[in-house]
T-cell receptor, first 115, second 117 residues
Framework: AQSVAQPEDQVNVAEGNPLTVKCTYS??????LFWYVQYPNRGLQFLLK??????LVKGSYGFEAEFNKSQTSFHLKKPSALVSDSALYFC?????????????FGTGTLLAVQP | GAVVSQHPSRVICKSGTSVKIECRSL??????MFWYRQFPKQSLMLMAT?????????EQGVEKDKFLINHASLTLSTLTVTSAHPEDSSFYIC?????????????FGQGTRLTVV
């Protein structure tokens, strides 16, 4: 069965420093991977996705993610963190066996950027 | 990106009453909509998948008669929490996919905070 794991409940980083939010995946076929961000009491906002092609995917708000097949990882990165980036981040993989676009989410990582 | 609107954003209801939550795709036709439930500081739990014009597919452990889902058109799906109880209090989120957005990503509504008193 497909799954994603986010090993860190929380990531703390100082403003201006680079940030990384980790995600590893487990799929039987080709992975369709996504990152979403959630602000308090709001729905999820799409950041970026990997379907095929370049391993480095660029997304919204300066975020990017690197698909690494050998390490089965899809870590989210940003060169310089902003306080406004503080939010809950979810990694997700598309379910191959179910309905189109059914997503399986990780447990989420709370990113806290200190000024 | 595509826009999904969810209404209401917050609702408080008395125990035993029913509450309806609407999810609309504003600029695309959503062939599939998903309903999630999120508990505090936890991930999203998929409740059900609905395809326009057909019955919803519920995840294991989700009561069909309690959480009624209707997807009568390509732009609207509704979730009705029937005979609500305090344990139904939660954050409910819908997502939609289909149409011009292709079949590789889903877009989410803003969520509905349900409080049952």
């Amino acid at each position: 069965a497909q799954s994603v794991a986010q090993p860190e409940d929380q990531v703390n980083v100082a403003e201006g420093n680079p940030l990384t939010v980790k995600c590893t995946y487990s799929v039987s076929g080709n992975p369709y991977l996504f990152w979403y961000v959630q602000y308090p009491n709001r729905g999820l906002q799409f950041l970026l996705k990997y379907i095929t092609g370049d391993n480095l995917v660029k997304g919204s708000y300066g975020f990017e993610a690197e698909f690494n097949k050998s390490q089965t990882s899809f870590h989210l990165k940003k060169p310089s963190a902003l306080v406004s980036d503080s939010a809950l981040y979810f990694c997700a993989v598309r379910d191959e066996g179910g309905a189109t676009n059914k997503l399986i989410f990780g447990t989420g990582t709370l990113l806290a950027v200190q000024p | 990106g595509a826009v999904v609107s969810q209404h209401p954003s917050r609702v408080i209801c008395k125990s035993g009453t029913s509450v309806k939550i609407e999810c609309r795709s504003l600029d695309f036709q959503a062939t599939t909509m998903f309903w999630y439930r999120q508990f505090p500081k936890q991930s999203l739990m998929l409740m059900a998948t609905s395809n326009e014009g057909s019955k919803a597919t519920y995840e294991q452990g989700v009561e069909k008669d309690k959480f009624l889902i209707n997807h009568a058109s390509l732009t609207l799906s509704t979730l009705t929490v029937t005979s609500a109880h305090p344990e139904d209090s939660s954050f409910y989120i819908c997502s939609a996919s289909g149409g011009a957005t292709g079949n590789t990503e889903a877009f989410f509504g803003q969520g509905t905070r349900l409080t049952v008193v």
